[in-house]
C-alpha cells in the first residue's frame, strides 16, 4: 500500500527501513523522504514504524525465551 504518494512509497519500504535500523519518522524521512514534502503521511508513518518495532521487539522477546 502507498503511504506516501509524493514520493511513491509504500508501507514495505517504510518497513524495510525500520528492519534496517530506522527508528523515527526523522529517521525514515531521511532515508526515504517519506512526509518531507506535503506530510498528510505522517501520521500514518508514525503508525506504521511504531507498529513495525514492536513486532520486532516481540520477535527479539520470543527468541530470547526459546
Request: glycine share 4%; aromatic share 2%.
Amino acid at each position: 500500500m502507498y503511504v506516501c504518494l509524493c514520493k511513491a512509497i509504500t508501507d514495505t519500504r517504510i518497513r524495510d527501513a525500520v528492519i534496517d535500523g530506522a527508528d523515527s519518522l526523522a529517521d525514515v524521512r531521511r532515508d526515504l523522504g517519506v512526509a518531507s514534502n506535503c506530510g498528510c503521511c505522517a501520521k500514518c508513518a508514525r503508525q506504521l514504524i511504531r507498529q513495525t518495532r514492536q513486532e520486532i521487539a516481540s520477535l527479539d522477546e520470543a527468541c530470547q525465551v526459546a
